[in-house]
């Protein structure tokens, strides 16, 4: 499992631009479906088992990143704009590489000054490109990923995009030990574009009209030094989400992960948060509604370059997700 979490928190996919990402999970998860079909706006649906309850799990492959907006002349020098919820103070001094390869250099203006103590906008901020020519000939229009390879401490993985990749990975997993048997009509659908506003997932349920829907994704602890007020603890077990601030997980569907946990022996805690939404909360408003909620897997420093996950939570996630998908739902 580490290795795929390699792979795919290492490629390349800011919202919009989740081809490289699809083509890797398809890969994947080739011959643990019995449909696999791409959306028109990018969404990967594989369907394992049919005629059962519809139940439709979404994890996003996309990963927060920049756009190039403007190239100041003759310079090297790119002016952006933000995909996703980017954080300013993780900015200065981090690297971003654009689809080609072309690695790009993040400044601020006046480091050692007013962006000292305070936090500058994003137009305080450039992405250096050049490479000792003229810096001509870079075109504005191009996106970036932030550029970072995943490492280890112990069973603490360290990596950029664990949001969601992550999420990608526990339904890769839970996939691959269901071997194409569930009672259900299960949908896995790793979505594009949540990062930009849950852009994604909403067709995606409209277009599988599911009876009920889980989405992975990580969550924020609260277990920093002075952390925020957050229940969730890194190393604390499948986080089984009751509310966040775009969804309010039906009490039938959180019981039902709670009893499954408990059932199977697989540590668990429940999951407020108060910065932050999933697929789910796209899901839940599709046609004449479906009941969502959402496993998450704990994670610190979200939206940084060094999002920390710990690989027992993972595991289970995995766990959990599969016994919910192999008995009786809710609804
Ligand atoms: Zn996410
Ligand atoms: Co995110």
Redesign the pocket.
């Known amino acids: 499992m580490k290795s795929l979490i390699k792979t795919l928190v290492e490629a390349w996919g800011p919202s919009g631009y989740e081809h490289h990402v699809r083509a890797l999970i398809e890969k994947e998860v080739e011959g643990l479906a019995d449909e696999i079909t791409v959306d028109p706006l990018g969404n990967l649906i594989c369907r394992v088992g049919q005629g059962g309850r519809k139940i439709m799990v979404a994890a996003?492959m996309d990963e927060i990143g920049i756009m190039a907006t403007f190239v100041e002349k003759k310079s090297g020098y790119v002016r952006f704009a933000a995909i996703g919820g980017l954080l300013h103070t993780t900015l200065a001094g981090n690297r971003v590489r654009f689809e080609d390869g072309t690695l790009g250099v993040i400044g601020v203006q006046d480091a050692f000054g007013a962006a000292k103590t305070s936090v500058p906008n994003l137009d305080d901020f450039y992405i250096d490109v050049s490479d000792g020519g003229d810096g001509q000939g870079f075109e504005p229009g191009r996106p970036a990923a932030f550029s970072r390879e995943m490492q280890e401490r112990g069973a603490r993985l360290i990596a950029k995009s664990m949001?969601?990749r992550i999420?990608c990975v526990v339904a890769i997993e839970a996939m691959r030990r269901l071997k194409r048997a569930t009672p259900h009509e299960v949908y896995f659908v790793f979505t594009v574009q949540?990062?930009v506003g849950i852009r994604g997932a909403r067709p995606a349920a409209y277009r599988i009209d599911p009876d009920l829907a889980i989405a992975l994704?990580?969550t924020s602890t609260g277990d920093q030094i002075k952390g925020d007020k957050l229940v969730v603890r890194l190393g604390g077990g499948a986080a089984i989400k009751v509310h966040d601030t775009g969804l309010v997980v039906p009490p039938a569907i959180r019981d039902w992960m709670v009893a499954r946990a408990e059932a199977d022996g697989i540590p668990y805690q429940l999951e407020l948060l108060n910065l932050?939404t999933?697929?789910a909360a796209g899901i839940q408003t599709a046609r004449e509604g479906v009941p969502s909620g959402c496993i998450s897997i704990p994670c610190r420093y979200?939206h940084t370059t060094s999002e920390t996950v710990d690989l027992g939570d993972v595991e289970a996630c995995v766990a959990l997700l599969t016994s919910l998908l192999t008995n009786d739902v809710p609804v």
């Open positions: 996003h949001d969601d999420g949540e990062e994704d990580v932050g999933t697929d979200v």
